[in-house]
Nanobody
Framework: QVQLVESGGGLVQAGGSLRLSCAAS????????MGWFRQAPGKEREFVAA????????YYADSVKGRFTISRDNAKNTMFLQMNSLKPEDTAVYYC?????????????????WGQGTQITVSS
């Protein structure tokens, strides 16, 4: 089992920045990759970014490329999402997720563990 706890959400003006953290505990040695997903009201949960726990590969949704940066600190079992140049359309609940399996890291399927979510609101 892996437990995930997100932090760092909040309210920010358009053009501002926020940094999300996701602390993993439990059987972290078994994690293959972790990702960030978001869900806006009335919309499906969508992929934002993912990282292999080795750190060798990073993946981003087109909508956040150049603005968001995913990273991890293996020693602290923590993943981060630095979000710059935020837009109102980035408003959503952001979830971190972890998986054991090799697969398509941009899909929600395959991610076995999920955090509780943290609200990001970007005002115009």
């Amino acid at each position: 089992q892996v437990q995930l706890v997100e932090s760092g959400g909040g309210l920010v003006q358009a053009g501002g920045s926020l940094r999300l953290s996701c602390a993993a505990s439990g059987q972290t040695f078994s994690i293959y990759a972790m990702g960030w997903f978001r869900q806006a009201p009335g919309k499906e949960r969508e992929f934002v970014a993912a990282i292999k726990w080795s750190g060798a590969n990073l993946y981003y949704a087109d909508s956040v490329k150049g603005r968001f940066t995913i990273s991890r600190d293996n020693a602290k079992n923590t993943m981060f999402l630095q979000m710059n140049s935020l837009k109102p359309e980035d408003t959503a609940v952001y979830y971190c997720a972890a998986r054991h399996d090799i697969g398509v890291l941009t899909n929600t399927a395959g991610y076995r563990y999920w955090g509780q979510g943290t609200q990001i609101t970007v005002s115009s």
